[in-house]
RNA sequence: GCGAGGGUUGCCCAGCCCGGUCAAAGGCGCCGGACUUAAGAUCCGGUAUCGAAGGAUUUCGUGGGUUCGAAUCCCACCCCUCGCACCA
């Protein structure tokens, strides 16, 4: 043993064993096998502090598992589908001062590369090299030879093979998105392209279509079931209303809606032509149609009607909506001839159609009488509709008066009741900004929508019911995520899974678009056992075909179809599937916390539509982020530590030790200056304490019997790896090393 | 707004599920001591407040409640972080 301790020297040794005994590389056996996958890294910029956490954790997890005599495979990929590399490439070809500056100081690319890598192609190469090189320098337990990258072609057949399949299920379906939308660039908005509003989100309403004659005064409501309480609707006598002939889906009809309105139906799926302007007055003190009631209700003047919003035109749910009572009342006693309003408004009674326990038959009433809201002008009027909001959202059940949905939480209903609306033409659904937007030209930006895009229907329940099976069977860790991962099952919506731009693998039935980077990396771990064949040269691109993966990875069809489909020997054949057999499912994926709602989501979605229940993973692991002195890392802008530059100041071990003691699970870890210099002193400390043991071990009599002494240092020792065990099992990382340099 | 997590002694953080042994682990910092020519490293002790000490007092976001007893259980409220989609 050297006298100091010399991280790099001892690293640089081991490493360069492990590569020639090859001893990471594995293969099936008679062990029991253990198959942990971590999300490999975008190779947007060099692998950084945040990647070491995570990949720290599933390489510790895995050494862990082998001590504990499990086949431990162990593998690792590169992700550079999608468009922020071509984005970068872009940005390096035309020499962006910040970009270079950023990667040159923080990623640590030499000066005199940096300006060669200004095609997608080269950054790639140059990225996937260099993070090697990295996770070696750390020396990760890792079977490098099932590495890919997933622009290659054979991944891209494995890829296509994918998404016929999902397409045969209908699981791939066409549809239209709404964006956010530059009418002025004619472009999509992208989050830096906002000058105001960042925070904006696109938000579902309905517009609930009420008639009068061979018109429509459409109104914009995130409460549809509330239309069963409609006594009336709201006009500005203000504003400006057009008439305009609306058509969708083969359905023309004429709306009269605000000119702010007006202008944003343009960019709907709608045609929309314009008719003529409509003066405020001839809409108000007509009599129209309650689409699902049947019922007559009558247009009134409101003041506190915005023409950006919605529609321009408000229906009136006063039993429920604070604002609606109180202009309703506002009016009682105002002369409304001049709109030929002649009927008593008192004589409009109050419908309730929601039962909640905080209040009686009409919320909106007894709330306004107990707070004393005086007019709709009171500024408790939004506090009070905020509270019978809520109440009636989480505590609400559907009353007799709406029909088949009586009895149902309101909080539950809306889907369904949309979608009910929808289809008898009763309404439609309208997108709008929670918060106006922007854009950096300063045109203000409205939702477009994108026809002809492709979605995975992630919001198929029957898919949806898998998925939440295949969740009860898993152990999920921490347990406080599995409330989480189901939350975000139910809120996930079909998502558009093709893109024009970026790199990637082209979608199969549909040559024009390439199949966006979060839907090609759900199921790649089963690729792991197939790239070691491409890698070994069994396989050829050719001999990818469709027939191939089916029986490889499902277990379709027999080896000798394959053998004649391909060409490949039907022992190979049926050896590849015995392989996936081994490894597969995968027993752990462990990722940061950042891919609950997206990747690890998807993973499952994927997982659960193409493989046997048998072969569905079996648990999600769950990390924290790591910031630089408190501030958040960010790869194009700074600060940004690379994995790299940590391992070459202070080598592997105090890297590693640091990274996963700072903070435990979802835990977000800080580095800083004061922790990674304690981390040395510690592992310095236990450098000399394991060398003065080795020293004294070489005097003392071993044969020796046991003392008192040493029966109870034994009985602490096995203490502590116990606990150590049992924290390595449920990853706390923190605790396993409290635990097991407790005892030095 | 919705969803999730969190607010503990100078700081970071453990404890909370399974109430008492909790003035509350561990690390960092700080103070004192040992070692040293000295500094660093290392080791020992201390670190809410008052007291020489036994001990006493006030603490675990805020306000209530349950209980013989609450950091831990229940209710309400306040504050912070993250996510909310076509972007990886």
Known sequence: MEQDYKPHEIETKWQKKWTESGIFQAEPDKREKFFITIPYPYLNGNLHAGHTRTFTIGDVVARHKRMLGYNVLYPMGFHVTGTPIVGLAELIASRDPQTMDVYERLHGIPGDILPTLDTPEKIVDYFKHEAEKAMRMIGYSIDWRRKFTTTDPTYKKFIEWQYIRLGEKDLIVKGSHPVKWCPNDNNPVEDHDILYGEEATIVEYTLIKFRYKDIVLPCATLRPETTYGVTNLWVNPDVDYVKARVEKDGIEEFWVVSRDAFRKLTFTDRTVEYIEDVPAKSIIGIKLTNPVTGEE??????????????????????????FDYLALRDLYDVDLSKYGITEDLRKIELISLIKVPEFGEFPAKEIVENMGVTSQKDPRAEEATKIVYRREFHGGVLKEITGKYEGHAVSKIKDILTKDLISSNAGETFY???????????????????????????????????????????????????????????WLKDKACARRKGLGTRLPFDKEWLIESLGDSTIYMSYYIIARFIEKGDLTLEQ????????????????KAVSADTGLDPKLVEEIRRHFVYWYPVDLRSSGKDLVPNHLLFFLFHHVALFEEENWPRALAVNGFVSLEGQKMSKSKG????????????????????????AEQTQDADWHKAGIDSARRQVDRFYSFAKDVIESGKRANLSMELKQIDRWMLSRMQNYIRETNIALDAIQTREAIQNSFSCS
């Open 297 to 322: 209700v009558i247009s009134l003047p409101a003041s506190f009607v915005r023409p950006e919003n919605g529609s321009g035109i408000v229906m009136s749910v006063p039993a429920h909506a604070p």
């Open 544 to 559: 990818l075909t469709l027939s191939f993966f089916d029986y490889v990875l499902l277990g379709k069809g027999d080896p």
């Open 639 to 662: 600060p940004i530590l690379t994995l790299e530059s940590a391992v070459s100041e202070y080598g592997a071990d105090i890297t590693r030790l640091y990274i996963l003691s700072t």
């Open 432 to 490: 709008e900004f929670s918060e106006p937007i922007v854009c950096r030209c300063g045109t203000s930006c409205v939702v477009n929508m994108v026809k002809g895009q492709w979605f995975l229907n992630y919001s198929n329940p029957e898919w949806k019911a898998k998925v939440y099976r295949c969740l009860s069977q898993m152990r999920i860790i921490p347990a406080e995520y599995r409330v989480e991962f189901e939350n975000k099952v139910d």
